[in-house]
C-alpha cells in the first residue's frame, strides 16, 4: 500500500537552508511523479512542483521556480524539498503528494511537514 | 499561472446540496479533463474526493459530484451530512505536468 512519510517539524532562523523529505514506504516509486504543495498558516493549498522519479526531472509552478529545489534519490525513494536561504514568508505546512500512475490527479498524500521560519 | 476562483464559504443546511464553483481558463479547466477535487478537514491531509471532472475514486460517496462547463468545474455535494464541514480545493492539470490549485471554499454544514 501507498504510504507517503514526511520528515518532521523544522523550526529555523531566517537565512538558514532546509531540505525536508518524503518517503513512500509502501511502493516502488521508480515511474512515479511526486509533487510538493505549500500551505501557508490559515490559507489554501499552492502546487509548487513535481518530480519524476525515474530520471528525476522536474518541473516547477512560476512562483516557486528559483525559491526551491525539488529533487528525488530513487535508490531510497525518497524525494525532497529543499530551501538554499530560508524567509520568514517560508513558514508554512508543506505536503508532498504522488500523482496518480493513470491520470492527472494526487491520490496520496504525506502527513505533512511543518516549517516554521524565525528569528 | 493564476489560482483557479472559487467562492471563499458556502452553506448548506443537513441533508441539502450545495454546489461549488471553480473557474479557470482554456489553459486548464476548459483545456483537459483533468479537473481534481481534494477534501481537508482542519490538522489534516487533502483527500481527493473527484478526478476527471466527474469520477470519484473507490470509497468516496456518491454524494459528491462533479461536473464542468466551459472554463468552469463544480462539485456538488447532496445530502449533506456533518461530516462534510470541510474546506474544498479544486485542481486542474495545466500542460506539461503543471498544475494549479483554486483558493479554496470552506463548506459550512448548518
Known amino acids: 500500500e501507498v504510504q507517503l512519510v514526511q520528515s518532521g517539524a523544522e523550526v529555523k532562523k531566517p537565512g538558514e537552508s532546509l531540505k525536508i523529505s518524503c518517503k513512500d514506504s509502501g511502493y516502488t516509486f521508480t515511474t512515479s511523479w511526486i509533487g510538493w504543495v505549500r500551505q501557508m498558516p490559515g490559507k489554501g493549498l499552492e502546487w509548487m512542483g513535481i518530480?519524476?522519479?525515474?530520471?528525476?526531472?522536474?518541473r516547477y509552478s512560476p512562483s516557486f521556480a528559483g525559491q526551491v529545489t525539488i529533487s528525488a534519490d530513487k535508490s531510497i525513494n525518497t524525494a525532497y524539498l529543499q530551501w538554499s536561504s530560508l524567509k520568514a514568508s517560508d513558514t508554512a505546512m508543506y505536503y508532498c503528494?504522488?500523482?496518480?500512475?493513470?491520470?492527472?490527479?494526487?491520490?496520496?498524500w504525506g502527513q505533512g511537514t511543518l516549517v516554521t521560519v524565525s528569528s | 499561472q493564476s489560482a483557479l476562483t472559487q467562492p471563499p464559504s458556502a452553506s448548506g443546511s443537513l441533508g441539502q446540496s450545495v454546489t461549488i464553483s471553480c473557474t479557470g481558463t482554456?489553459?486548464?479547466?476548459?483545456?483537459?479533463?483533468?479537473v481534481s477535487w481534494y477534501k481537508q478537514h482542519p490538522g489534516k491531509a487533502p483527500k481527493v474526493i473527484i478526478y476527471e471532472v466527474n469520477r470519484r475514486p473507490s470509497g468516496v460517496p456518491d454524494r459528491f459530484s462533479g461536473s464542468r462547463s466551459g472554463n468552469t468545474a463544480s462539485l456538488t455535494v447532496s445530502g449533506l451530512q456533518a461530516e462534510d464541514e470541510a474546506d474544498y480545493y479544486c485542481?486542474?492539470?495545466?500542460?506539461?505536468?503543471?498544475?494549479?490549485f483554486g483558493g479554496g471554499t470552506k463548506l459550512t454544514v448548518l
Open positions: 482554456s489553459s486548464d479547466v476548459g483545456g483537459y479533463n483533468y
Open positions: 485542481n486542474s492539470f495545466a500542460g506539461s505536468n503543471n498544475f494549479v
Open positions: 503528494a504522488r500523482l496518480s500512475a493513470y491520470s492527472y490527479y494526487f491520490d496520496h
Open positions: 518530480v519524476y522519479f525515474g530520471d528525476s526531472r522536474t
